[in-house]
């Protein structure tokens, strides 16, 4: 397993765990120490819980229920909502997790409650006022969390950390992997389903490259009418060949699902991708509305070669900077095919086909 998603997995783990750490502590110092209330529902009150201990153990499990049912959220069916509708059902789903969480927790570790029957926990428990408010304030805590969740995919993963953070405020260069991928004869499918079952095909062709950009440790840079922009930092790229075997794994899939696509639209589209690997001048862009941009060679060359495909007669071609790159693989090939001047640059650039063994 590849140790730089097992980091990110544990912290978008440990992120929530902690967000829903911090949500308890506020909520407790909202309603026992900034109001001074005492209140029937014991496990909320600091000096009968024994503290910031039981505090802490609350957030977690509420944070750790928060995250395995975010897990249950990724189906497909849910994803391919509208975001008003997929936020809906997360936060009714969310929702129902903690109340059943809340009763559970609330059973076995509050002494007030821990020996009485589940029927009289329910009616005291769902009767007191405390619950009540504390129902409302985590359920704002939820949907603050799901809003931000979508916001994210929005801007795509990490680049809207970045954009807070101000990691590109002042342009930088960075070692990066481009990888233009292309729908083809995307003109003849156009005027074959005419423009809107035209557009749903490129949805259904970029919902299925979503799948194998998880997988495949990519970044979605850009979507481009019918071309999507991948891009990988030279670790996350060279790691297992993640770069050119995302190409590979995506074309699968598509095989695969070739009776999907035949039925619906009565094609079977096909894909065609350039890469290279180089360096990228990246900074943030925009007033109205942010965005990350890379420029520079890594960016054109990929585009570039991406526009030769058809010359060459080839489905993935590749840069010698980017086959250097390349980890040892005995399911990879590379066949050099011309060492040319691309448009708009001074330098050869050697030109490899890329095939699946």
Partial sequence: MNPKRVRDFVNYFFGYVIVWMIAVFIFVFLRHYAQGENHQFSILDLEIING????????????????????????????????????LIAIVIHSATFYITIFFVILFLDPIYSNQYSDHIIRSVFTSGNMWVAFFFFNLVIVFLNIEQYVRKIFGPGVMMNIILGKYYKPRNEERIFM?????????????????????????????????????????????????ILTWTAERGRWKNNAFNSFFAFVDLLDRKSDYYSRKYDILPKFKAG???GIASVGEVGEIKKEIAFLGDAVNISARLLGVCNQYKAEFLASGEMVKLAANSNTLKFEFLDEVVLKGKQSPTKIYNVKKL
């Fill in 52 to 87: 910031i201990g039981t505090l802490i153990i609350l957030g977690a499990i509420f944070g750790f229920m928060f995250v395995m049912t975010d897990f249950i959220l990724r189906n497909k069916w849910i994803r391919k909502n509208s975001y008003a509708t997929t936020i």
């Fill in 180 to 228: 233009f991928v292309d729908l083809v004869s995307s003109t003849t499918y156009a005027e074959k389903l005419g423009s809107l079952k035209f557009i749903g095909l490129i949805q259904d062709c970029f919902h299925d490259v979503s799948s194998i950009v998880e997988k495949y440790d990519a970044e979605i840079y850009q979507y481009v009418g019918d071309q999507v």
């Fill in 275 to 277: 890469i290279h690997f």
